[in-house]
């Protein structure tokens, strides 16, 4: 069974920024895409960054890019994301999912962690 355990969420001020960390266990696979969604207030979640396993290749929501920054660390099965000039639309909770393959859409992901809030405001 996988598990996500997310961390990192918190409150920033606006143009500052967070980093979140996703813990990833209990799987083997070698082929795998893993990152995150968020849902803000009143919004549907939405795909903001995530990578592959195998060729590291990154997929990013448009209005993040240059903004946000994806990384994993392999052995320690981590992924985090860097978020860099917050601004108030940012604010929303965090998920770290994974696919076991390579799709990136809510539909398509099998496991998901339980979520950290980040907010932006003054």
């Known amino acids: 069974q996988v598990q996500l355990v997310e961390s990192g969420g918190g409150l920033a001020q606006p143009g500052g920024s967070l980093r979140l960390s996703c813990a990833a266990s209990?799987?083997?696979?070698?082929?795998?895409?893993i990152g995150w969604f968020r849902q803000a207030p009143g919004k549907e979640r939405e795909g903001v960054a995530s990578?592959?396993?195998?060729?590291?290749?990154?997929i990013y929501l448009e209005s993040v890019k240059g903004l946000f920054t994806i990384s994993r660390a392999a052995a320690k099965n981590t992924v985090d994301l860097q978020m860099n000039r917050l601004n108030p639309e940012d604010t929303a909770v965090y998920y770290c999912?994974?696919?076991?393959?390579?799709?990136?859409?809510?539909?398509?992901?099998?496991?998901w962690g339980k979520g950290t809030l980040g907010t932006v405001s003054t």
């Open positions: 990578i592959s396993s195998s060729s590291g290749r990154t």
């Open positions: 209990g799987f083997t696979l070698d082929y795998y895409r």
């Open positions: 999912a994974f696919s076991d393959g390579d799709r990136w859409d809510e539909g398509g992901m099998v496991y």
